[in-house]
């Protein structure tokens, strides 16, 4: 088994994401942690050669999120100690590295960019709501322009006909709830494009592109169970695309295009495997759809503003798609496919930590049947070597969200664990994305502890038919969310587990609705439920009221700047167990907020939770 250096080693391969192609050359610019926080890199693109990347910020804390602008010039974004307060930086074309923002309290997202302008939002004048800017371009010789303030939930660009001036918004009011405005912006009128087609039905919208002055090509699912292309003119009249539902039977979660294309590139979920199809779409239909071949089976992953926003971009000349792609046994790097002949390679060299690729695991795809007869997705990761007797103790590792889903994507961190010596378990538990609208709510509200039912039920399924894990040996581990899921399965069901990892988790959902960020309250209350009308549920649902139950060992870890799940919530379980002599430890880091984002970090917390682990497990 690999010492304490060697298992380091692992947290220190190198992500690389979020590719954007320069306007006018055979340049990217892009994400990598490799110097162990986000920084910005761009490398030139040459068929078939991996080049060495020039790196472009030099911060203590992560940059993220670049793009180029059309005059050349790059923009992204960068937070303090993972506070999420990102301002907007520029890189120069002379590589200068300057500032546009510089307000430490206020949130600057960049959501969407044209020729002429920059979009962004900001909570710079009431930090409960993110307005909408735009900035003419070349930035440093105009003044953002406030477009639109928001009435409620969070609005983002999503289309922009710059010819008619008409810009499509997302109003996001959930996960599970999204519809579309048009904004005209030289009146600041705004029109309701989707809400008089739907009524009160929630629904979610996403708009792709425009397909001329009155046509956009959306993506939703308004009358199906999955997301669907469809076309949806200005007037709120829809047009399904059946054609495309022939081939495309997943749904599409990213897409691609230039502003003289035909062709839209777009990318499906399939069971948390990603697939690259392309259409040609016009106001009255698709006229072509084919889907394009690609180098592994693997996932082409996108983020946030605390990575990068985007899987995918098709150069200017439409001649080249960069791909983020990764795969469970493939770390997260910048792909090339050639249009012309689809041949692809890999941009960049990657830093691989000095470990060798054959020691990567990929994980197999399996589902079982729930306790109410629900078929559950579930991935399995086995450590390398000869299965011990009674088979390999085991982490049920349970995603955040609760509406996100895991994938078969590279995650040093499961590497790392693997080459401890644990099989990995990742279920998607009811209340994942990517498995439809009655997937997704089948957690909502009142029905909150039917998902941790489901991980009793996959314990039990492993139990009887996969002889390779040891179910007396097993440990529940989670983040945000799934912090919230370790404290429940291990109060709801404290005889399955021996111990629990519990990063940055809800304790309270009473408490952690009052204190998050104010910006999100309202987004978090439409999945979870509301502090005035569902009090009761959340208390009952909240593991802090069920402490009493549990047995097991807990590590807590929690940055002390997170916006989202509040420091408070860890401190107070953790003091609350401590009153109940369980066994707990909390880790805490003054220069974190949602999560580890700092390599020294990541090192030391892993570390002390494998070898904690070792010597329960």
């Known amino acids: 088994m690999p010492d304490q250096s060697q298992l380091a080693r692992y947290l220190s391969v190198e992500r690389a994401g979020g590719a954007r192609w320069h306007p006018a050359g055979r340049r990217v610019v892009f994400t990598s942690d490799i110097t162990g926080v986000y920084q910005i890199f761009d490398v030139e693109v040459e068929r078939d050669r991996s080049h060495v990347k020039r790196q472009l910020t030099f911060e203590e804390d992560r940059c993220t999120s670049p793009r180029f602008l059309s005059d050349g010039t790059i923009v992204f974004v960068r937070d303090r100690g993972g506070d999420e307060n990102f301002q907007i930086g520029m890189v120069d074309t002379d590589l200068t590295v300057r500032w546009l923002t510089s307000s430490p309290d206020v949130k600057f997202n960049i959501v969407y960019s044209t020729d002429r302008y920059l979009y962004y939002r900001a909570n710079f004048e009431d930090r409960a ?62 029109v309701e494009l989707t809400r008089p087609l739907v009524g009160k039905e929630r629904t979610r919208w996403s708009a792709l592109r425009w397909l001329d002055d009155n046509h956009i090509l959306v993506n939703t699912d308004f009358g199906s169970d999955l997301f669907r292309l469809a076309i949806l003119s200005i007037r709120g009249d829809l047009s399904p695309l059946p054609e495309v ?36 779409f016009g106001p009255c239909g698709a006229s072509e759809v084919e889907t394009l071949s690609f180098p592994l089976r693997g996932v082409l992953p996108r983020g946030d503003q605390r990575s990068w926003t985007n899987s995918v971009a098709l150069s200017a000349d439409e001649r080249y798609l960069a791909a983020t792609l990764s795969s469970g046994a493939q770390p997260t790097s910048i792909w090339i496919l050639d249009i012309k002949d689809m041949h692809s390679w890999r941009a960049v060299d990657m830093d691989l930590g000095g470990i060798s690729p054959s020691t990567f695991v990929e994980p197999t795809l399996h589902r079982f049947e729930s306790f109410d007869g629900l078929s559950v997705p579930y991935f399995k990761y086995l450590p390398q070597g000869e299965t011990p007797v009674g088979g390999w103790p085991a982490l049920f590792v349970i995603h955040g969200g609760p509406e996100s889903q895991i994938r078969p994507a590279f995650d040093p961190v499961l590497q790392f664990f693997l080459s401890g010596g644990f099989a990995i378990v990742t279920p998607n538990i009811r209340g994942s994305s990517g498995y439809g609208r ?20 996959l314990v039990e399924h492993i139990e009887r038919t996969d002889p390779d894990i040891n179910t007396e040996r097993l440990a529940v581990y989670g983040a945000s969310y799934g912090g919230f899921a370790v404290l429940s399965a291990m109060t709801e069901h404290p005889d399955l587990w021996k111990a629990g990892v519990d990063i940055v988790g809800i304790s309270d959902f009473v408490t952690f609705l009052e204190n998050t960020a104010p910006w999100r309250r309202s987004l978090r209350e439409a999945e979870y439920g509301s502090l005035e009308r569902d009090r009761e549920v959340l208390e009952r649902i909240s593991p802090i009221h069920h402490i009493d139950r549990i047995s097991a060992p807990l590590m807590i870890i929690q940055g002390d700047n997170d916006e989202r799940v509040p420091l408070s919530e860890s401190v107070q379980m953790y003091e609350k167990l401590k009153e109940q002599g369980v066994s707990v430890r909390l880790l805490r880091f003054s220069d974190e907020g949602h999560g580890l984002a700092k390599r020294k970090n990541r090192v030391r917390a892993y570390t002390e939770v494998l070898n904690w682990l070792r010597g329960i497990l």
């Open 438 to 457: 009655a997937y997704l709510d089948a957690d909502n509200v009142e029905k909150r502890l039917d998902s941790i039912m489901d991980i009793r039920a």
């Open 245 to 280: 539902d022939e081939i495309l039977h997943f749904e599409i979660e990213d897409w691609a295009f230039t502003e003289t294309s035909d062709w839209t590139y777009l990318i499906e979920n399939d069971e948390g495997y990603s697939t690259i199809h392309r259409g040609r």
């Open 129 to 190: 709501r993110l307005d909408t800017y735009r900035w003419q371009m070349p930035l440093q010789e105009h003044e953002p322009e406030l477009i639109y303030r928001p009435s409620r939930g969070i609005v983002a660009v999503h289309a922009v006909s710059e010819e008619t001036d008409q810009i499509v918004l997302q109003q996001y009011l959930g996960n599970a709830e999204q519809h579309l405005l048009l904004l005209r912006a030289d009146s600041g009128k705004v």
